[in-house]
């Protein structure tokens, strides 16, 4: 089974500082994707970047980007120029391309951005 | 507007009275699935159906259930809620199951309190 781990239950920086959010995962699989989602007050789920694991090439969104390590099974997100709407829940996925279809999450990571 | 629609957004029972919470989206998905979030855990599959009258266990499932007669429309069903399923609940869908890196569209979330 896929296990997906974020060690880092809350994080603290302030505005227009970048910060990282880390994340492990444990596969068998060599074909899968990777997600992180933001959740703010709000409540909604919001995509953030993803990365195909047969791509070397790191993800990047804007002031989002990844370290994507796959031998190490490692998936940081970093958030450069941090600012106060990026105060969220994030949320670090991983889904295989074979077999059943879900989602596994990791158990969040409070952010907060402190003007 | 493309979204998914779950109701009610918030929800207070008590033990042993059977509930639904619905979920509708308007974007002719075929992939729909619910999960639920607790703290510490993150987002757990209860769940997901690949189509019309076609549904599948997530990595939860004791307690609900679920039925797929409509292509837009996947309630979840709690016979007999018990105090362990107080939990924030989403529903989601995408375009294509198959396609593992499309984009899930997630309800706004429903928190469900037994007593």
């Known amino acids: 089974a896929q296990t997906v781990t974020q060690s880092q239950p809350e994080m603290s920086v302030q505005e227009a500082e970048t910060v990282t959010l880390s994340c492990t995962y444990d596969?068998?699989?060599?074909?899968?994707?990777l997600f992180w989602y933001k959740q703010p007050p709000s409540r909604q789920m919001i995509l953030v970047i993803r990365q195909e694991a047969y791509k070397q090439q790191n993800a990047t969104e804007n002031r989002f980007s990844v370290n994507f390590q796959k031998a190490a099974k490692s998936f940081s997100l970093k958030i450069s120029d941090s600012q106060l709407g990026d105060t969220a829940m994030y949320f670090c996925a991983f889904i295989k391309i074979q077999g059943a279809q879900k989602l596994v999450f990791g158990q969040g990571t409070r952010l907060t951005i402190n003007p | 507007e493309a979204q998914v629609t779950q109701n009610p957004r918030y929800l207070i029972t008590v033990t042993g009275k059977k509930l639904t919470v619905t979920c509708s989206q308007n974007?002719?998905?075929?992939?729909m699935s619910w999960y639920r979030q607790d703290p510490g855990l993150g987002l757990r599959q209860i769940y997901y159906?690949?189509?019309?009258?076609?549904?599948d266990k997530g990595d939860v499932p004791e307690g609900y259930k679920v039925s797929r007669k409509e292509k837009r429309n996947f309630p979840l069903i709690l016979e007999s809620p018990s105090p362990n399923q107080t939990s924030l609940y989403f529903c989601a869908s995408s375009s294509r199951g198959r396609q593992r890196n499309e984009k899930l569209f997630f309800g706004s979330g429903t928190q469900l309190s037994v007593l």
């Open positions: 159906s690949m189509n019309v009258e076609v549904t």
């Open positions: 596969t068998s699989e060599n074909n899968y994707y």
């Open positions: 974007m002719n998905h075929e992939y």
